[in-house]
């Protein structure tokens, strides 16, 4: 199976071929994959150097003249770095733009810490009007690009990562899909969590939710689903823990909830290896998850049938 | 002079002094708050192809102003040009006011961009200028000012390093010049663009004529740049 960001390149150059308005922006990182759009659309992949600001900036220039920028490179310095272009340049020049991050959150542990961004999503949460897209399969990214794309001139931040479910899913780039139905809390898992969550959670008496656009996030799907499921929610989150949190409780913010935000840790590990080992190493795997889920769901005194 | 209502009145870069002064309550202005308006003026009177009719128009000059502290005088020329309506001017700063003390394009009739921090004007420039030539449009041109200042963050000398070598004949830089900068060599703003393959022409910025030749001169295959030098800051 191809990765999410090997399906990026293919996707969007097919866009560039039928869409004349689209344009990408690149700073040296991903530029193979684009090689031959670049050679048919010398004027609509740019390749601005290892400069992140100007990256940002440019996709902003490109957007007021009318053009939809997809703009990428890894989330450290696609969102991180140039943050305050992505503040300014796109939010309050009102230029929209599709900025599609790799490397996530350890996509590359052995990179280290100044290629991982576990807090992308958590810093875009502090600004206004960005859609958030964290695709779990490749062919999810690959709609939820095109969702992007076609979204106007909306601000819309795609996340890819080598981390991934084992099949795609049905999802319309907006909404909550239900895979689980239980009565016992709500589980939503975000992403590349899904399979991991669901051999976690196998046999408790949870629902799951599968997010896969967590901004804005779908607060009607949510709550239907606390009718049947209760107001006890735990959300699995592929980047800071509790990133979502504050989402969750303002969805909730009328009735008597309970939240339990999991994810990846803020203090730096300062390890290597592999991604299998600092999915581990946060409590992410099926086994840690499994405890962490169960004794919250138990604390309120529903102790789930077969655990 | 009475300027009291935008009647379609045209105004001159005499009435200029007079429209900064509703904004600040008088006529007298130090070179702080003057050192851009030789420069608007030229531009917008005699180089810029945009009028406010023509303000949307995909075809017409983009003129950006990245250096957005002190903007009285743009206010002042665009009210002079007709994109603002002159009895905005004295509301400068309130609440309600459209024109506040950094620029906001969302708010300004005839702005491009909003400013205040500095280093974005230029890689939205380069930006602007690839947006123009991917669609075909080879004419129209994009001006963005700085101030010398400016140029010490870092983001413009990513824009200058690329626009060189990318061969962005459209692309235009103004840089005033009031030697505000506090570690500055002589002479090395026109070398920091001419190393990065710029057409570079520096100029007395109070000289309307020269400043005319300036923004005129042409520059085939290459960005342009016009240091503006007026007086220094703290004179």
């Known amino acids: 199976m191809d990765t999410m960001r090997e399906r990026f390149a293919p996707v969007v150059s097919r866009m560039l071929d039928e869409d004349p308005r689209v344009a990408v922006v690149l700073a040296e990182i991903g530029k193979d994959g684009f090689r031959e759009a670049m050679a048919r659309h010398p004027d609509r992949v740019i390749n601005v150097g290892i400069r992140e600001q100007l990256l940002v900036g440019a996709a902003a220039g490109l957007a007021l003249t009318g053009l939809r920028p997809v703009v990428h490179t890894f989330a450290s310095f696609l969102v991180e770095r140039p943050f305050e272009q992505v503040k300014l340049d796109l939010g309050h020049q009102e230029a929209g733009a599709v900025l599609v991050s790799a490397a996530a959150s350890f996509d590359w542990p052995a990179g280290g810490y100044t290629h991982m961004s576990p807090g992308d999503v958590a810093l875009l949460d502090t600004l206004d009007g960005w859609t958030v897209h964290v695709p779990g399969h490749p062919d999810e990214a690959e709609t939820l690009l095109h969702h992007a794309v076609a979204a106007g001139d909306d601000k819309v931040y795609v996340r890819l990562s080598v981390q991934s479910n084992r099949r795609g899913r049905v999802i319309d780039g907006r909404r909550l899909v239900t895979v689980r139905e239980g009565r016992a809390g709500v589980v939503v898992a975000v992403g590349p969590m899904l399979d991991t969550v669901l051999a976690a959670t196998e046999g408790l008496d949870v629902t799951v939710l599968y997010a896969t656009t967590v901004r804005p996030l779908d607060t009607a799907g949510l709550r239907r689903a606390t ?81 | 002079m009475t300027i009291t209502a935008d009647h379609g009145r045209t105004h001159g870069y005499d009435d200029l002094p007079g429209l900064m002064g509703l904004m600040t309550g008088d006529e007298k202005h130090g070179p702080a708050a003057t050192s851009t308006l030789d420069v608007l003026w030229v531009l917008y009177d005699r180089v810029l192809r945009v009028t406010p009719r023509r303000r949307d128009d995909p075809a017409r000059d983009r003129f950006l102003l990245s250096k957005g502290h002190g903007p009285m005088a743009y206010y002042a020329v665009l009210a002079a040009k007709g994109f603002v309506p002159v009895d905005w001017l004295p509301g400068f700063g309130a609440y309600d006011s459209p024109l506040g003390h950094h620029p906001d394009r969302v708010l300004v009739p005839g702005a491009e961009i909003a400013s205040g921090s500095l280093g974005h004007g230029l890689p939205i420039a380069v930006g602007t200028a690839l947006g123009l030539r991917a669609q075909g449009l080879r004419d129209p041109a994009v001006w963005v000012l700085i101030g010398d200042a400016e140029l010490d963050e870092g983001s413009n000398h990513e824009a200058i390093a690329f626009a060189g070598p990318a061969g962005l004949e459209r692309l235009h830089t103004i840089v005033v010049d009031n030697s505000s900068a506090s570690h500055a060599r002589p002479g090395g703003i026109a070398a920091r663009f001419e190393a990065a393959g710029w057409s570079a022409v520096t100029v007395d910025g109070r000289d309307h004529e020269a400043l005319y030749d300036a923004f005129t001169a042409p520059h085939p295959g290459r960005p342009h740049v016009v240091v503006a030098r007026v007086e220094p800051k703290t004179a």
Request: hydrophobic residues 45%; proline residues 2%.
């Open chain 1, 227 to 307: 009718q049947a499921a209760g107001t006890d929610v735990v959300l699995v989150e592929p980047y800071l823990a509790g990133t979502s949190t504050a989402a969750v409780s303002e969805a909730l913010s009328d009735v008597p909830h309970r939240v339990l935000g999991l994810g990846v840790g803020r203090r730096e590990l300062r390890r290597y290896g592999t991604v299998e080992e600092h999915v581990a190493a946060h409590g992410l795997d099926a086994r840690s998850l499994r405890g962490r889920i169960g004794a919250f769901v138990r604390a309120q005194g529903r102790v789930a049938a077969g655990v």
